[in-house]
């Protein structure tokens, strides 16, 4: 057989093989593979962040619809108090009115009063002057029955023209 195995130099290729192995291992592998390290930490702090930021966008969503909501259930209230307000003003100044009328009412009842009270207060003294003036007239006069009577009637016609 012709043919041999060169152990020489398969165990000298093998040795420097293990030899570069190792000095890659050692030199090269290491802090490549604590590059690669590094970078993996760094994408999964990015991906915690990321969701992490995502949670607190939601979270911020979350409160600001808390916070529409609360507005809007505010706004609500401020419009049903508003109504409520101009509900009881209008009844206010109804009532008002109403108060206002009655004393106008009032204040002319009393001064129509006032004013039959002044007609009265006149006619009675027309009657009185009238009686005066009829008194003289019967007195100058000696009347009998028939126009004394006849005096009286026109007496009572005259101050019923005059009412």
Same mark, same amino acid.
């Given at each position: 057989?012709?043919?041999?195995?060169?152990?020489? @130099?398969?165990?000298?290729?093998?040795?420097?093989?293990?030899?570069?192995?190792?000095?890659? @291992?050692?030199?090269?592998?290491?802090?490549?593979?604590?590059?690669?390290? #590094?970078?993996?930490?760094?994408?999964?702090?990015?991906?915690?962040?990321?969701?992490?930021?995502?949670?607190?966008?939601?979270?911020?969503? #979350?409160?600001?619809?808390?916070?529409?909501?609360?507005?809007?259930?505010?706004?609500?209230?401020?419009?049903?108090?508003?109504? #409520?307000? @101009?509900?009881?003003?209008?009844?206010?100044?109804?009532?008002?009115?109403?108060?206002?009328?009655?004393?106008?009412?009032?204040?002319?009842?009393?001064?129509?009063?006032?004013?039959?009270?002044?007609?009265?207060?006149?006619?009675?003294?027309?009657?009185? @002057?009238?009686?005066?003036?009829?008194?003289?007239?019967?007195?100058?006069?000696?009347?009998?029955?028939?126009?004394?009577?006849?005096?009286?009637?026109?007496?009572? #016609?005259?101050?019923?023209?005059?009412?």
């Amino acid at each position: 057989m012709g043919f041999e195995i060169p152990w020489g @130099s398969i165990l000298y290729q093998l040795f420097a093989f293990l030899v570069l192995l190792a000095l890659l @291992s050692k030199f090269a592998l290491k802090p490549l593979l604590g590059i690669m390290e #590094k970078r993996e930490q760094m994408v999964n702090d990015q991906i915690e962040n990321a969701e992490a930021r995502s949670k607190e966008a939601e979270a911020y969503i #979350k409160d600001q619809r808390i916070a529409l909501e609360e507005a809007r259930t505010e706004a609500h209230e401020i419009v049903q108090n508003a109504k #409520k307000l @101009s509900e009881q003003q209008g009844q206010e100044i109804l009532e008002q009115a109403r108060v206002n009328a009655e004393r106008i009412k009032d204040a002319a009842l009393a001064e129509i009063q006032r004013e039959k009270e002044h007609a009265v207060s006149e006619l009675r003294e027309q009657v009185a @002057s009238l009686s005066v003036l009829i008194a003289t007239k019967v007195i100058e006069k000696e009347l009998n029955a028939e126009e004394q009577d006849k005096l009286v009637q026109e007496y009572i #016609k005259e101050v019923g023209g005059k009412l």
